[in-house]
């Protein structure tokens, strides 16, 4: 049987929405992952396509942030990691990102991304995403690559985009992914962070800056809204069986 949590449930059930931003404009959930596993067998509760639900500690908390844009990702993202240190075990991003590769449609993940105003890199230190398992899952193309985290008026310049196609071999770019991968790194090598700390930046393609045909502003009037929901929601799925096992 599948239990339907709706608003109401939602203290219950280990969860709580964070409704003052304190200017950020960005909401955070926490969920109680202990509480959700004991209330799981007393109301035989279950998601679909969630295999394990398996709390690592007495206080294993999951940190929802909603979107973020550009450097503000490191104003938030730098606090948490110096709060919880060694307690946290991973960052998972999930969004949507412009492809240098492949189609709208796609779903990329990133393994390094650079900084277009400084060139600068940091590593994303992937944990055992199973590209296979993911493909079927999402019933999409799977690109894995470096990234390059932009401001929006670079995604005008197509001579730069094309140097960090071609020479850095970058297969997608962002807004945001650079500033948690940095921090996050910069906190591994301060010990901050412990060693087997994982980082996992799973991306839908959107559009294709570099090809006039899949831009944005291209689309046809008649496309669904609901292109790239069931691979993202795929995404999000497959994402939270790997940070419940």
């Not at 390094?112 to 890199?121: A, G, I, N, S």
């Not at 500033?179 to 010990?191: D, G, L, R």
Request: include cysteine; charged fraction near 20%.
């Amino acid at each position: 049987n599948t239990y339907n949590l709706n608003s109401n449930d939602d203290e219950e059930f280990g969860i709580e929405i964070v409704e003052r931003t304190f200017g950020t404009g960005v909401h955070i959930i926490v969920i109680n992952v202990n509480k959700y596993t004991s209330q799981c067998k007393q109301y035989n509760l279950s998601l679909p396509h969630i295999t394990h639900i398996n709390a690592a500690s007495k206080n294993h908390i999951i940190l929802h942030i909603g979107y973020t844009f550009g450097n503000q990702s490191h104003e938030l993202i730098k606090p948490v990691l110096m709060l919880y240190g060694c307690k946290l075990r991973s960052i998972n991003i999930i969004g949507k990102c412009g492809g240098l590769i492949g189609k709208q449609g796609d779903v990329m993940i990133s393994t390094r991304t650079f900084l277009d105003k400084t060139h600068d890199v940091a590593s994303v230190k992937n944990g055992n995403v199973d590209i296979n398992e993911l493909q079927c899952l999402t019933n999409s193309t799977i690109h894995v690559g470096p990234f390059l985290t932009v401001a929006g008026t670079i995604l005008q310049n197509e001579r730069l985009l094309q140097y960090y196609k071609i020479v850095m071999g970058c297969i997608g770019i962002d807004m945001d992914s650079y500033y948690y991968v940095h921090e996050a790194e910069s906190s591994i090598k301060h010990k901050l962070l412990s060693e087997d700390f994982v980082m996992r930046c799973v991306y839908y393609v959107v559009d294709v800056p570099i090809d006039p045909k899949q831009i944005l502003t291209n689309r046809k009037s008649d496309d669904h809204w609901e292109e790239g929901i069931r691979a993202v929601n795929a995404v999000e799925r497959y994402l939270l069986n790997k940070v419940l096992m």
